[in-house]
Each structure stands twice: as structure tokens, then as C-alpha cells.
């Protein structure tokens, strides 16, 4: 029987190198801040999962990876046991390693007549700014500022990502950026942090509003 609350939502993050000047869990506190922003009567927001594929950061310490088949089967038990109560499963998740794994599992999640879905909480379209860059260490610094070494902030490698994706996925991270950053932090701000942070929520509570799940994928349109 389906009780209150009638939408469960599960921050999923990641545990990986963002570095010198961000904690290895950005990706998870991005998310969970996401998925707290979503509170509401009728909505339930789980524990963090903070670990996730982050097998292209495997060469930095601090990477903590479970890769993709495990996190897609965790994903497909949590959505099983969650809709057992709760009407509706969201997936907010905050690190582009997981997408694999959120492809496999919540569309399996709809076919077995589960209402469950995904949607990403990133704001960033420049392709030459993709891990712990301008836009990610903005949001940081507006969110938690007290988290952030500004003073260890150094530019990574700036390259489209469409040009390094060949040698990322050959030798993950670490073979385009010995730092493992991904754009340029220097230039962040906590005004801009906040700038983004409203965008994020906007096109986040509108992907839920419309509850569109994709076919092929499950995310939220």
C-alpha cells in the first residue's frame, strides 16, 4: 500500500578527486543540496548514495569508485524497495560518471511498472569546463564556501571535452590534466555560484513539475 510520502527522492553522488581546491564529495554535497531544495509536503528526501562510477578518477587518491554494474544493480534494489511505498522514485544525481548506470537501471525500473525516474543537477554547457572548473567551484562557493581552497585553485586542462574524450577514455582523468581538473577555477565566484544555483533549481523543478521521464533513459525532460 502507498503511504505518504508520495515522492521519494535519492541524492546520488560520487566519492572522487576535485583537485587541490574542492572535498571529494562535491559531487554528493551538489546533489543532496539539489534534492533538499526539492522538500515539500508529500516528499521524502533519502540518505546520500556518495558513491558512485568514478572509475575515470581511479589514478587521484581520495577516488572511491564502485563502478558501473554495481551502481546500476543498487540503484535497481533502492528503486524495488522504495516503490513499495512510496508512489514516485527520483534519482537526483550529481556526477556525469553515473549516467551508465542510471540508463540501465530506471528504465528498468518503468518496465517492471515502477514510476521512477532521473534528472541530472548540473548547469554548466561549456564543454571546456566539465570537473571542479569555473562553474562547479562557483556553486561551492555559494553553497559551501567553507569547503573551498580558493588559495590551491589552479587552471586544469581547457580543452572542449569532445577533444579529450578519446584520451579520457583511454587513460581516464588523469591523461589530459595531471591536476584531474577540468576547466578553470580561478575565475569563480560565490555571485556566480549563485546565479547558477537559481538556474539549476529552475530547470530542476520544472523537469519534476512536468514529470516526463524519457523512454529510452528515464531523465526527466
Partial sequence: MTIEPVLAVLPLGATEQH????????????????????????????????YGASGEHQSFPGTVSTGTD????????????????????????????NLDALR????????????AAWLPCRTSVDP???????????????????????????PGCTRPL??????????????????????DPT????????RLWDELLADVRGRLARWAPGDSDGMLR
Fill in 19 to 50: 583537485g587541490a581546491h574542492l572535498p571529494t564529495q562535491t559531487d554528493t554535497l551538489l546533489a543532496t543540496a539539489t534534492a533538499d531544495a526539492l522538500a515539500a509536503a508529500g516528499v521524502l528526501v533519502l540518505p546520500a548514495l556518495a
Fill in 70 to 97: 554495481a551502481l546500476a544493480q543498487t540503484l535497481i534494489e533502492l528503486g524495488r524497495s522504495v516503490s513499495t511505498w512510496a508512489a514516485r522514485f527520483v534519482v537526483v544525481n550529481g556526477h556525469g560518471g
Fill in 104 to 115: 540501465r537501471a530506471v528504465p528498468l525500473l518503468r518496465h517492471e511498472g515502477r514510476d
Fill in 128 to 154: 571546456a569546463d566539465t570537473h571542479a572548473g569555473h562553474a562547479e567551484t562557483s556553486l561551492m562557493l555559494h553553497l559551501h564556501p567553507d569547503l573551498v581552497r580558493m588559495d590551491r585553485a589552479a
Fill in 162 to 183: 569532445a577533444e579529450i574524450l578519446p584520451s579520457l577514455r583511454d587513460g581516464g582523468v588523469a591523461a589530459v590534466s595531471p591536476s584531474g581538473v577540468l576547466g
Fill in 187 to 194: 575565475t569563480a565566484t560565490a555571485s556566480d555560484g549563485r
